[in-house]
DNA sequence: AGCGGATGCTCAGCATGCTGAGTATTCTGA
DNA sequence: TCAGAATACTCAGCATGCTGAGCATCCGCT
Protein backbone atom coordinates (compact mmCIF):
# COMPACT_ATOMS: atom_id res chain seq x y z
CA UNK A 1 0.00 0.00 0.00
CA UNK A 2 3.00 2.30 0.18
CA UNK A 3 3.26 3.29 -3.38
CA UNK A 4 1.74 0.82 -5.82
CA UNK A 5 1.64 2.43 -9.38
CA UNK A 6 -1.50 3.22 -10.13
CA UNK A 7 -0.86 3.42 -14.06
CA UNK A 8 -4.45 2.02 -14.79
CA UNK A 9 -5.14 5.38 -14.04
CA UNK A 10 -2.38 7.27 -16.00
CA UNK A 11 -4.47 8.73 -19.35
CA UNK A 12 -3.02 6.79 -22.50
CA UNK A 13 -0.66 9.61 -23.74
CA UNK A 14 1.14 9.50 -20.71
CA UNK A 15 2.08 5.66 -20.97
CA UNK A 16 3.29 6.56 -23.96
CA UNK A 17 5.56 8.92 -22.74
CA UNK A 18 6.75 7.17 -20.24
CA UNK A 19 7.11 4.06 -22.63
CA UNK A 20 8.70 6.11 -24.99
CA UNK A 21 11.33 7.74 -22.54
CA UNK A 22 12.56 4.16 -20.93
CA UNK A 23 12.87 2.43 -24.23
CA UNK A 24 15.26 5.02 -25.88
CA UNK A 25 16.60 5.56 -22.38
CA UNK A 26 17.65 2.08 -22.87
CA UNK A 27 18.61 2.62 -26.51
CA UNK A 28 21.00 5.25 -25.57
CA UNK A 29 22.28 2.68 -22.62
CA UNK A 30 23.39 0.14 -25.08
CA UNK A 31 24.69 3.01 -27.78
CA UNK A 32 26.62 5.28 -25.99
CA UNK A 33 29.68 2.96 -25.62
CA UNK A 34 29.63 3.55 -29.67
CA UNK A 35 29.42 7.59 -29.30
CA UNK A 36 26.08 7.95 -31.13
CA UNK A 37 22.61 8.77 -29.36
CA UNK A 38 18.90 6.89 -30.73
CA UNK A 39 18.67 9.69 -32.91
CA UNK A 40 21.65 9.32 -34.56
CA UNK A 41 21.49 5.78 -35.17
CA UNK A 42 18.53 6.76 -36.69
CA UNK A 43 19.89 8.69 -38.86
CA UNK A 44 22.69 6.43 -40.11
CA UNK A 45 20.30 4.20 -41.20
CA UNK A 46 18.26 6.49 -42.97
CA UNK A 47 21.01 7.60 -45.25
CA UNK A 48 22.58 3.96 -45.48
CA UNK A 49 20.57 4.13 -49.13
CA UNK A 50 23.04 6.44 -50.41
CA UNK A 51 22.63 10.48 -50.14
CA UNK A 52 19.74 12.16 -48.41
CA UNK A 53 18.84 15.65 -47.98
CA UNK A 54 18.12 16.87 -45.06
CA UNK A 55 14.23 17.89 -45.29
CA UNK A 56 13.58 14.50 -46.62
CA UNK A 57 15.53 13.14 -42.95
CA UNK A 58 13.65 15.79 -41.12
CA UNK A 59 10.29 14.50 -42.98
CA UNK A 60 11.09 10.95 -42.55
CA UNK A 61 11.87 11.24 -38.74
CA UNK A 62 9.17 13.34 -37.93
CA UNK A 63 11.16 16.02 -36.93
CA UNK A 64 11.74 19.91 -37.72
CA UNK A 65 14.78 20.16 -40.16
CA UNK A 66 16.45 22.73 -37.22
CA UNK A 67 16.23 19.33 -35.07
CA UNK A 68 17.78 17.13 -37.72
CA UNK A 69 20.39 19.60 -38.83
CA UNK A 70 21.87 19.73 -35.89
CA UNK A 71 21.73 16.27 -34.97
CA UNK A 72 23.55 15.58 -37.95
CA UNK A 73 26.19 18.35 -37.40
CA UNK A 74 26.96 16.15 -34.41
CA UNK A 75 27.38 13.06 -36.64
CA UNK A 76 29.22 14.95 -38.89
CA UNK A 77 31.58 16.20 -36.70
CA UNK A 78 32.03 12.42 -34.53
CA UNK A 79 32.97 11.46 -38.86
CA UNK A 80 30.19 9.16 -38.93
CA UNK A 81 28.10 10.93 -41.75
CA UNK A 82 29.52 13.82 -44.55
CA UNK A 83 27.82 16.90 -45.72
CA UNK A 84 27.57 17.78 -49.26
CA UNK A 85 26.06 20.36 -51.39
CA UNK A 86 24.05 19.26 -54.20
CA UNK A 87 25.19 20.85 -57.19
CA UNK A 88 21.98 20.72 -58.89
CA UNK A 89 20.43 22.84 -56.16
CA UNK A 90 23.23 24.49 -54.07
CA UNK A 91 20.28 25.10 -51.09
CA UNK A 92 20.33 21.35 -50.78
CA UNK A 93 23.11 19.27 -48.58
CA UNK A 94 22.77 16.22 -48.85
CA UNK A 95 24.00 13.55 -46.21
CA UNK A 96 25.93 10.20 -46.72
CA UNK A 97 27.67 7.94 -44.79
CA UNK A 98 31.30 7.92 -44.28
CA UNK A 99 33.35 4.43 -44.09
CA UNK A 100 33.20 4.72 -40.05
CA UNK A 101 29.68 5.53 -39.91
CA UNK A 102 29.15 2.42 -42.21
CA UNK A 103 31.29 0.35 -39.88
CA UNK A 104 29.28 1.63 -36.65
CA UNK A 105 25.91 1.03 -38.83
CA UNK A 106 26.65 -2.45 -39.19
CA UNK A 107 27.48 -2.83 -35.67
CA UNK A 108 24.80 -1.50 -33.93
CA UNK A 109 22.72 -3.53 -36.56
CA UNK A 110 24.18 -6.58 -35.28
CA UNK A 111 23.51 -6.60 -31.37
CA UNK A 112 20.75 -4.98 -30.53
CA UNK A 113 18.63 -3.79 -33.70
CA UNK A 114 15.55 -5.47 -32.19
CA UNK A 115 16.51 -4.45 -28.77
CA UNK A 116 12.98 -2.72 -27.95
CA UNK A 117 11.54 -6.12 -29.76
CA UNK A 118 13.05 -8.59 -26.97
CA UNK A 119 11.59 -6.39 -23.97
CA UNK A 120 8.00 -6.77 -25.56
CA UNK A 121 8.56 -10.27 -25.91
CA UNK A 122 9.45 -10.37 -22.41
CA UNK A 123 6.57 -7.93 -21.56
CA UNK A 124 4.44 -10.74 -22.78
CA UNK A 125 2.89 -8.42 -25.74
CA UNK A 126 1.59 -9.14 -28.95
CA UNK A 127 4.03 -7.37 -31.05
CA UNK A 128 2.35 -7.17 -34.82
CA UNK A 129 -0.49 -5.49 -32.90
CA UNK A 130 1.20 -3.77 -31.08
CA UNK A 131 3.25 -1.85 -33.92
CA UNK A 132 -0.14 -1.73 -35.70
CA UNK A 133 -1.39 0.37 -33.25
CA UNK A 134 1.46 2.47 -33.59
CA UNK A 135 1.45 2.99 -37.11
CA UNK A 136 -2.23 3.74 -37.02
CA UNK A 137 -1.38 6.41 -34.16
CA UNK A 138 1.26 7.96 -36.11
CA UNK A 139 -0.28 7.93 -39.74
CA UNK A 140 -3.53 9.64 -37.98
CA UNK A 141 -1.57 12.18 -36.58
CA UNK A 142 0.82 12.95 -38.94
CA UNK A 143 -1.32 14.88 -41.93
CA UNK A 144 1.81 15.75 -44.04
CA UNK A 145 2.42 11.69 -45.05
CA UNK A 146 -0.55 10.83 -46.16
CA UNK A 147 -0.63 7.24 -47.69
CA UNK A 148 -0.09 7.09 -51.87
CA UNK A 149 -3.30 5.84 -52.64
CA UNK A 150 -2.97 5.66 -56.25
CA UNK A 151 -0.44 7.60 -58.20
CA UNK A 152 -1.00 10.87 -56.90
CA UNK A 153 1.93 12.84 -55.89
CA UNK A 154 1.66 14.63 -52.70
CA UNK A 155 0.29 17.69 -53.75
CA UNK A 156 -2.47 19.20 -51.74
CA UNK A 157 -1.37 20.64 -49.12
CA UNK A 158 2.30 19.20 -48.85
CA UNK B 1 5.99 6.00 -55.31
CA UNK B 2 7.54 9.53 -54.04
CA UNK B 3 7.79 8.74 -50.52
CA UNK B 4 5.67 5.96 -49.40
CA UNK B 5 6.29 5.82 -45.93
CA UNK B 6 7.58 2.04 -45.16
CA UNK B 7 7.18 2.27 -41.60
CA UNK B 8 6.45 -1.32 -41.50
CA UNK B 9 10.43 -1.72 -41.65
CA UNK B 10 10.92 0.65 -38.66
CA UNK B 11 11.80 -0.94 -35.40
CA UNK B 12 9.36 -0.59 -32.64
CA UNK B 13 11.39 1.59 -30.54
CA UNK B 14 11.72 4.16 -33.29
CA UNK B 15 7.64 3.77 -34.15
CA UNK B 16 7.30 4.32 -30.24
CA UNK B 17 9.67 7.09 -30.10
CA UNK B 18 7.63 8.88 -33.08
CA UNK B 19 4.27 7.86 -31.64
CA UNK B 20 5.15 9.56 -28.66
CA UNK B 21 6.58 12.72 -29.46
CA UNK B 22 3.55 13.30 -32.29
CA UNK B 23 0.79 12.39 -29.38
CA UNK B 24 3.04 14.83 -26.76
CA UNK B 25 3.23 17.49 -30.00
CA UNK B 26 -0.29 17.33 -29.69
CA UNK B 27 -0.80 17.89 -26.12
CA UNK B 28 1.70 20.89 -26.05
CA UNK B 29 0.26 22.63 -29.02
CA UNK B 30 -3.36 22.13 -26.78
CA UNK B 31 -1.76 22.81 -23.50
CA UNK B 32 -0.07 26.49 -24.78
CA UNK B 33 -2.54 28.51 -24.54
CA UNK B 34 -3.28 27.68 -20.71
CA UNK B 35 0.49 28.40 -20.25
CA UNK B 36 1.63 24.80 -19.29
CA UNK B 37 3.56 22.07 -20.69
CA UNK B 38 2.56 18.16 -20.93
CA UNK B 39 5.28 17.79 -18.46
CA UNK B 40 3.84 20.43 -16.03
CA UNK B 41 0.13 19.19 -16.74
CA UNK B 42 1.29 15.61 -15.37
CA UNK B 43 2.87 17.48 -11.97
CA UNK B 44 -0.19 19.36 -11.73
CA UNK B 45 -2.49 16.00 -11.68
CA UNK B 46 0.10 13.99 -9.41
CA UNK B 47 0.05 16.69 -7.00
CA UNK B 48 -3.41 17.20 -7.07
CA UNK B 49 -3.80 14.87 -4.02
CA UNK B 50 -1.70 17.04 -1.61
CA UNK B 51 1.45 17.73 -1.12
CA UNK B 52 4.51 15.46 -2.29
CA UNK B 53 8.01 15.75 -2.25
CA UNK B 54 10.14 16.41 -5.03
CA UNK B 55 11.66 13.06 -5.14
CA UNK B 56 8.41 10.75 -5.18
CA UNK B 57 7.01 13.26 -8.10
CA UNK B 58 10.21 12.04 -10.16
CA UNK B 59 9.94 8.42 -9.18
CA UNK B 60 5.93 8.41 -10.34
CA UNK B 61 6.66 9.89 -13.50
CA UNK B 62 10.17 7.98 -13.99
CA UNK B 63 12.15 10.77 -14.61
CA UNK B 64 15.02 12.50 -12.73
CA UNK B 65 15.12 14.64 -9.64
CA UNK B 66 17.35 17.09 -11.41
CA UNK B 67 14.39 16.97 -14.37
CA UNK B 68 11.44 17.38 -12.10
CA UNK B 69 13.71 20.06 -9.90
CA UNK B 70 13.08 22.31 -13.03
CA UNK B 71 10.14 21.94 -14.15
CA UNK B 72 8.61 22.46 -10.57
CA UNK B 73 10.66 25.62 -10.29
CA UNK B 74 9.01 26.53 -13.08
CA UNK B 75 5.23 25.89 -11.99
CA UNK B 76 6.27 27.54 -9.00
CA UNK B 77 7.53 30.83 -11.02
CA UNK B 78 3.97 30.59 -13.02
CA UNK B 79 2.43 30.01 -9.61
CA UNK B 80 0.85 26.95 -10.47
CA UNK B 81 2.25 25.37 -7.50
CA UNK B 82 3.91 26.08 -4.11
CA UNK B 83 7.34 24.25 -2.45
CA UNK B 84 7.69 24.54 0.75
CA UNK B 85 10.16 22.75 3.20
CA UNK B 86 9.23 19.79 5.20
CA UNK B 87 9.38 20.67 8.81
CA UNK B 88 10.27 17.13 9.63
CA UNK B 89 12.69 16.22 7.35
CA UNK B 90 14.38 19.99 5.72
CA UNK B 91 16.00 17.70 3.37
CA UNK B 92 12.45 17.75 1.79
CA UNK B 93 10.69 20.15 -0.20
CA UNK B 94 6.58 19.36 -0.81
CA UNK B 95 5.14 20.78 -3.71
CA UNK B 96 1.50 21.40 -3.73
CA UNK B 97 -1.14 22.87 -5.98
CA UNK B 98 -2.15 26.84 -5.81
CA UNK B 99 -5.29 28.33 -6.37
CA UNK B 100 -4.60 29.08 -9.47
CA UNK B 101 -3.12 25.54 -10.41
CA UNK B 102 -6.12 24.00 -9.30
CA UNK B 103 -8.33 26.30 -11.64
CA UNK B 104 -6.28 25.48 -14.66
CA UNK B 105 -5.85 21.75 -13.61
CA UNK B 106 -9.92 21.58 -13.48
CA UNK B 107 -10.06 23.38 -17.23
CA UNK B 108 -7.45 21.15 -18.38
CA UNK B 109 -9.32 17.81 -17.13
CA UNK B 110 -12.47 19.27 -18.91
CA UNK B 111 -11.95 19.92 -22.51
CA UNK B 112 -8.87 17.19 -23.45
CA UNK B 113 -7.96 15.17 -20.72
CA UNK B 114 -8.30 11.82 -22.89
CA UNK B 115 -7.23 13.52 -26.30
CA UNK B 116 -4.81 10.47 -27.19
CA UNK B 117 -7.94 7.92 -26.96
CA UNK B 118 -9.96 10.32 -28.77
CA UNK B 119 -6.69 9.79 -31.59
CA UNK B 120 -6.24 6.25 -30.92
CA UNK B 121 -9.92 6.03 -31.69
CA UNK B 122 -9.96 7.32 -34.97
CA UNK B 123 -7.09 5.33 -35.43
CA UNK B 124 -9.45 2.06 -34.91
CA UNK B 125 -7.13 1.06 -32.19
CA UNK B 126 -8.23 -1.62 -29.12
CA UNK B 127 -7.18 0.94 -26.68
CA UNK B 128 -7.40 -1.53 -23.67
CA UNK B 129 -4.79 -4.03 -25.27
CA UNK B 130 -2.74 -0.88 -26.25
CA UNK B 131 -2.81 0.14 -22.74
CA UNK B 132 -2.09 -2.78 -21.48
CA UNK B 133 0.65 -3.77 -23.96
CA UNK B 134 2.37 0.19 -22.57
CA UNK B 135 1.92 -0.78 -19.22
CA UNK B 136 3.45 -4.06 -19.56
CA UNK B 137 6.64 -2.35 -21.80
CA UNK B 138 6.71 0.25 -18.51
CA UNK B 139 6.26 -2.85 -15.72
CA UNK B 140 9.21 -5.00 -17.72
CA UNK B 141 11.53 -2.05 -17.93
CA UNK B 142 11.60 -0.28 -14.66
CA UNK B 143 13.08 -2.33 -12.14
CA UNK B 144 12.62 0.18 -9.92
CA UNK B 145 8.21 -0.28 -9.49
CA UNK B 146 8.17 -3.75 -8.41
CA UNK B 147 4.58 -4.46 -7.59
CA UNK B 148 3.41 -4.75 -4.18
CA UNK B 149 2.23 -8.09 -3.63
CA UNK B 150 2.17 -8.33 -0.36
CA UNK B 151 2.60 -6.31 2.39
CA UNK B 152 6.47 -6.03 1.49
CA UNK B 153 7.83 -2.52 2.03
CA UNK B 154 9.82 -1.44 -0.97
CA UNK B 155 12.90 -2.14 0.57
CA UNK B 156 15.32 -4.08 -1.25
CA UNK B 157 17.29 -2.30 -3.44
CA UNK B 158 14.94 0.83 -3.81
C1' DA C 1 28.58 13.18 20.77
C1' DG C 2 29.90 12.64 16.48
C1' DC C 3 31.60 10.09 12.19
C1' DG C 4 30.01 8.11 7.93
C1' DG C 5 26.70 6.73 4.88
C1' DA C 6 22.19 7.47 2.93
C1' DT C 7 18.89 10.71 1.38
C1' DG C 8 16.69 14.90 -0.90
C1' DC C 9 17.65 18.32 -3.71
C1' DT C 10 20.46 21.71 -6.63
C1' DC C 11 23.89 23.30 -10.10
C1' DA C 12 26.42 22.63 -14.47
C1' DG C 13 26.57 20.84 -18.87
C1' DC C 14 25.05 18.17 -22.91
C1' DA C 15 21.55 16.22 -26.45
C1' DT C 16 17.11 16.34 -28.59
C1' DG C 17 12.70 18.31 -29.24
C1' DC C 18 10.21 22.75 -30.39
C1' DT C 19 9.10 27.81 -32.26
C1' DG C 20 10.40 32.04 -34.47
C1' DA C 21 13.30 34.55 -37.37
C1' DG C 22 16.77 35.06 -40.91
C1' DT C 23 19.77 33.84 -45.16
C1' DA C 24 20.58 31.92 -49.56
C1' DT C 25 19.01 29.76 -53.57
C1' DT C 26 15.55 28.42 -56.85
C1' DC C 27 11.21 28.83 -59.18
C1' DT C 28 7.22 31.45 -61.21
C1' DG C 29 4.99 34.63 -63.72
C1' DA C 30 4.15 39.29 -65.38
C1' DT D 1 14.31 40.25 -66.96
C1' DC D 2 13.53 40.44 -62.56
C1' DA D 3 10.41 40.89 -58.31
C1' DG D 4 8.10 37.97 -55.18
C1' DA D 5 7.03 33.42 -53.51
C1' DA D 6 8.60 29.05 -52.31
C1' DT D 7 12.20 26.10 -50.69
C1' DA D 8 16.34 24.36 -47.95
C1' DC D 9 18.78 25.30 -44.36
C1' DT D 10 20.85 27.93 -40.19
C1' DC D 11 20.91 30.65 -35.86
C1' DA D 12 18.91 31.87 -31.36
C1' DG D 13 16.35 30.68 -27.57
C1' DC D 14 13.43 27.73 -24.62
C1' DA D 15 11.73 23.22 -22.36
C1' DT D 16 12.54 18.54 -21.10
C1' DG D 17 15.39 14.55 -20.88
C1' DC D 18 19.98 12.79 -19.18
C1' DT D 19 24.71 12.33 -16.40
C1' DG D 20 28.01 13.90 -13.04
C1' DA D 21 29.15 16.46 -9.09
C1' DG D 22 28.13 18.93 -4.92
C1' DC D 23 25.61 20.56 -0.64
C1' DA D 24 22.71 20.08 3.36
C1' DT D 25 20.24 17.20 6.35
C1' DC D 26 19.12 13.03 8.57
C1' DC D 27 19.96 8.38 10.40
C1' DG D 28 22.73 4.52 12.38
C1' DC D 29 26.18 3.07 15.09
C1' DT D 30 30.01 3.14 18.00
Given amino acids: MTRQPDRGQWPTGRLLATAARLVEQSWNARLREHGVSHAGMIVLASV ?24 IAHLESTGHVRRSTDPADRRRRTVELTAPGATLLAE ?15 AVVDIPQFRHALEALIRTMDPGALQPSSGITESSED
Same sequence: chains 1, 2.
Fill in 48 to 71: SGGPVGQRELARDQHVTEQTIGRT
Fill in 108 to 122: ISDHGERLTDDILRA
